[in-house]
């Protein structure tokens, strides 16, 4: 039995009592006191009757708390816009299936490959247009030396036309050029980390310009 207000079993019962009276019938009395809360227990007609339709509860006053203004009830203001040059949301771009097997594959092999000061890591990295190579002392988290295509003195050398940083002659050149600062640097030997790429190409072009260099690895 849905529970009702003061005012909602009062017009209920009015409602009741002129549709019986319609029809030639009174309302017993006992359905009048349980409708208006003098009786807990409901006449027996009301038990095999049809549910009642469940009429909304008007809504009293101490249902919501009371608004001392009409600023209580305007919606919040909107926040400001965001600057893109303030915000602190860094774009990431999305990893390719073939650059996810890549960096598992190079995952692997740096399991098994660390930098030393007496024996550094010689780290090649490809990408569509450029090659870098770093001289990496792992174990006191420091780069030695490092050079690529970008480089002003591997320009001078290749050109500065863009197709020709992407060529093999220009990883060859890389490579006799960290050959040549490792080995002013004193530092002739090494281990060699190609990245997780395929040894071939630019990559091997790098290692075999740095041992021609003078490097051991």
């Given at each position: 039995?849905?529970?009702?207000?003061?005012?909602?079993?009062?017009?209920?019962?009015?409602?009741?009592?002129?549709?019986?009276?319609?029809?030639?019938?009174?309302?017993?009395?006992?359905?009048?006191?349980?409708?208006?809360?003098l009786?807990?227990?409901?006449?027996?007609?009301?038990?095999?009757?049809?549910?009642?339709?469940?009429?909304?509860?008007?809504?009293?006053?101490h249902?919501?708390?009371?608004?001392?203004?009409?600023?209580?009830?305007?919606?919040?203001?909107?926040?400001?816009?965001?600057?893109?040059?303030?915000?602190?949301?860094?774009?990431?771009?999305?990893?390719?299936?073939?650059?996810?097997?890549?960096?598992?594959?190079?995952?692997?092999?740096?399991?098994?490959?660390?930098?030393?000061?007496?024996?550094p890591?010689?780290?090649?990295?490809?990408?569509?247009?450029?090659?870098?190579?770093?001289?990496?002392?792992d174990?006191?988290?420091?780069?030695?030396?490092?050079?690529?295509?970008?480089?002003?003195?591997?320009?001078?050398?290749?050109?500065?036309?863009?197709?020709?940083?992407?060529?093999?002659?220009?990883?060859?050149?890389?490579?006799?050029?960290l050959?040549?600062?490792?080995?002013?640097?004193?530092?002739?030997?090494?281990?060699?980390?190609?990245?997780?790429?395929?040894?071939?190409?630019?990559?091997?072009?790098?290692?075999?310009?740095?041992?021609?260099?003078?490097?051991?690895?």
């Open positions: 039995m849905p529970v009702f207000s003061s005012h909602a079993a009062r017009s209920w019962l009015v409602n009741t009592h002129a549709s019986t009276a319609s029809r030639g019938r009174v309302a017993p009395a006992s359905h009048s006191a349980f409708m208006l809360g009786s807990t227990e409901g006449p027996r007609w009301l038990a095999h009757a049809r549910p009642a339709l469940d009429i909304p509860r008007p809504i009293e006053p249902d919501s708390p009371p608004h001392d203004s009409d600023s209580d009830i305007r919606p919040p203001p909107l926040s400001p816009p965001i600057d893109p040059a303030t915000s602190s949301t860094q774009v990431v771009a999305k990893v390719t299936p073939k650059e996810a097997r890549r960096q598992k594959r190079h995952t692997k092999i740096r399991s098994k490959l660390s930098g030393t000061p007496d024996r890591r010689i780290s090649v990295y490809r990408s569509n247009q450029h090659t870098y190579v770093q001289v990496i002392d174990e006191n988290q420091t780069t030695l030396c490092a050079v690529g295509t970008m480089s002003p003195k591997i320009k001078e050398v290749i050109g500065t036309e863009e197709w020709k940083t992407k060529t093999v002659a220009a990883a060859s050149e890389v490579g006799k050029a050959g040549a600062m490792c080995v002013e640097k004193g530092i002739k030997k090494a281990v060699f980390d190609r990245g997780g790429f395929v040894y071939h190409g630019r990559v091997k072009a790098v290692a075999e310009a740095a041992r021609e260099a003078g490097m051991e690895f």
